[in-house]
């Protein structure tokens, strides 16, 4: 399990300055501490679009921001994403909550009840093929043993001027 208290201290330890972002349930944690700690200032915004022109904004004048947003309004963002941090090659970490990861463990979905048709969830189906088809890299997080690939995100993000993704399986706890 990843909890709440060390991927804050992570972000922390990256220099992030800002947590922009829609909460929803499995990072609710993250942003309650975010919002506590006196070093990250958080920014919450209506639509997950508004994010990324707002961490854009804050990365040009020297700010290091994250990008906090389920999956489903990751896929809405695609044009904010695209005229704001691909374009402009601004190097934002944005951390993604996997929202039906579940459904999809050895492609057959969760079976509600027995005799039951198993169901997966179209937001988890479409990440990772709309990571690839936009170019963004990513890494998948699920326990706190996996926190130094948040850091390898953020130098990617770094190396190649530009947005890399870290995909938070389950919650936050």
Same mark, same amino acid.
């Given at each position: ?6 991927? @804050?201290?992570?972000?922390?330890? !990256? ?26 200032? @958080?920014?919450? *915004?209506?639509? /997950? =679009? /508004? ?14 921001? *994250?990008?906090? #947003? ?13 005229? +704001? &941090? #691909?374009?402009?090659? &601004? ?6 909550? %996997? $929202?039906? %990861?579940?459904? &999809?463990?050895? =492609?057959?979905? *969760? +079976? ?15 990440? /990772?093929?709309? &990571? ?5 890299? %990513?890494?998948? @997080? /699920?326990?706190?043993?996996? !926190?130094? $690939?948040?850091?390898?995100? $953020?130098?990617?993000? #770094?190396? $190649?001027?530009?947005?890399?993704? #870290?995909?938070?399986? =389950?919650?936050?706890?």
């Amino acid at each position: 399990m990843l909890k709440a208290e060390t991927l @804050v201290a992570q972000l922390k330890s !990256l220099g992030i300055t800002h947590a922009v972002g829609l909460s929803d349930t499995s990072l609710a944690r993250v942003f309650s501490l975010c919002q506590e700690d006196p070093e990250i200032k @958080v920014v919450p *915004v209506c639509r /997950e =679009g /508004e994010a990324f022109a707002i961490a854009a904004g804050l990365c040009v004048g020297g700010k290091t921001p *994250v990008v906090m #947003v389920q999956n489903t309004g990751f896929l809405e963002s695609g044009d904010a994403i695209r005229g +704001t &941090l #691909v374009n402009m090659k &601004l190097p934002v970490l944005i951390l993604i909550s %996997y $929202r039906g %990861y579940q459904s &999809l463990l050895n =492609g057959t979905g *969760v +079976t509600n009840a027995p005799g039951k048709n198993s169901w997966i969830d179209s937001a988890a189906t479409f990440l /990772e093929p709309t &990571l690839g088809a936009w170019g963004l890299p %990513y890494v998948t @997080v /699920e326990s706190d043993g996996e !926190l130094n $690939r948040i850091a390898e995100a $953020r130098e990617l993000a #770094v190396q $190649r001027s530009g947005p890399a993704a #870290v995909l938070v399986i =389950g919650s936050c706890g």
